[in-house]
């Protein structure tokens, strides 16, 4: 819904995660292995490095495609240049298709909504709740048409006071990650909620 070129990297229409290796072995990318014997020479634990690595290397979010449960993720029938992820059974493109409320749908459903409303490439945006600890809060705006976006990035459930320019309009649900959208005054939003309104004058 933000403004920009929106792209896709290979795995996330389907939900994969960052890999975990468990041993550095299994790390290929240059920056990864320099920092790894240059953090042990610091006087840094294996296990200290390797987390560190968790948390900023890039070798983890370049595993091979998960296409099915077959071996590799079904990559390739030889060796990959890197391991697959070893939650390729549960997380494949096999699998996501056939969940209808899987993430690849979800996927498909965000493009649709971005190819058939021209407000969530041209609307003009426009920050609001800019206090608010937990929620990140947004409106588009494009003729008579207004986008309220609301994300709640954290694991508890949370609730703002919405302005009350946006109170006063009547919004429709558009999309959201969570079954129901709840539409009140207060806006409420679960762990990690995101829920997207349109207001037509």
Known sequence: MMKGTPYIYQGEEIGMTNVRYSSIDEYRDIETLNFYNEALNDGWTEEKALEAIYAKGRDNARTPMQWDSSRHGG???GTPWIKVNQNY?????EKAMKKPDSVFHYYKKLIELRKKNEIIIYGKYNLILHHHP???AYTR???NQILLVMCNFYGDNTEAELPADIQEK??????GNYKDIQISRTIKLRPYETQVLLFNS
């Open 75 to 77: 990559f390739t029938e």
């Open 89 to 93: 059974k549960d997380i494949n493109v």
């Open 141 to 143: 705006t494009l003729g």
């Open 134 to 136: 937990e929620v990140y």
């Open 170 to 175: 009547k919004f429709e649900p558009l999309i």
